[in-house]
């Protein structure tokens, strides 16, 4: 059974305290996205948890309860930020944009992973903080639902790399689309396997 997340670490912090997350960090293409989630303790949607350990069904319920019942904000990071920085910075880049697009100033935030970016007020790194933190539960959630939308609709532009289903991950369907029909806008052109691919046809141009 998956560890249910509660309100314990909230509750060791005067104020708001908003929980982030991100999705899509390990993708080989597309944006990473981020959210920033503060709970009504009073209006939180039952069966929160970690996005990973949720249907796809059950992740968009979800959402629609927290966008209707919390506070949230939302950060993107750009394929061409992440070339241009490296995804971690990214990934920090879109973490902060989603704290500034909250609708109200945390007192603390909660940051799933070992570290965590510089913000406007206190931020402490929870490892693993999607299982124990609801707030970080819930950002998770949103993370991954607004990034599902965007590759979905980025798929129906692109439709030879099975982004509809993969979001962007390596799967065979995406190896295969990659293979037959090259490199997108959307792709990370930084990541091992788009590089790898990226030199192999600049070798061929050579020869």
Request: hydrophobic share 40%; proline share 6%.
């Amino acid at each position: 059974m998956p560890i249910t997340p509660t309100f314990e670490l909230e509750e060791t912090f005067p104020g708001y305290v908003a929980g982030i997350d991100e999705a899509g960090r390990g993708t080989w293409a597309g944006p990473v996205v981020a959210s920033a989630v503060i709970l009504n303790q009073n209006c939180t949607p039952a069966g929160l948890r970690d996005s990973k350990t949720l249907t796809e069904k059950r992740r968009e319920e979800l959402a629609l309860a927290l966008w209707k019942c919390a506070r949230i904000g939302v950060g993107i990071a750009t394929v061409e930020e992440i070339d241009r920085l490296n995804i971690l910075k990214a990934t920090y880049l879109a973490m902060q944009r989603a704290a500034a697009a909250l609708p109200v100033r945390p007192k603390t935030i909660l940051v799933d992973g070992k570290y965590a970016p510089r913000f406007a007020c206190a931020a402490y790194p929870v490892v693993k903080g999607d299982s124990k933190s609801l707030s970080i539960a819930a950002a998770s959630i949103i993370a991954k639902t607004t990034r599902d939308r965007m590759m979905l609709e980025l798929s129906r532009s692109f439709p030879f790399y099975g982004w509809e289903k993969n979001k962007g991950y390596g799967a065979k369907a995406h190896q295969d689309g990659l293979h037959k029909h090259g490199i997108t806008p959307h792709h990370r052109r930084t990541f091992a396997p788009i590089r790898t691919l990226l030199e192999a046809n600049d070798r061929r141009l050579v020869s």
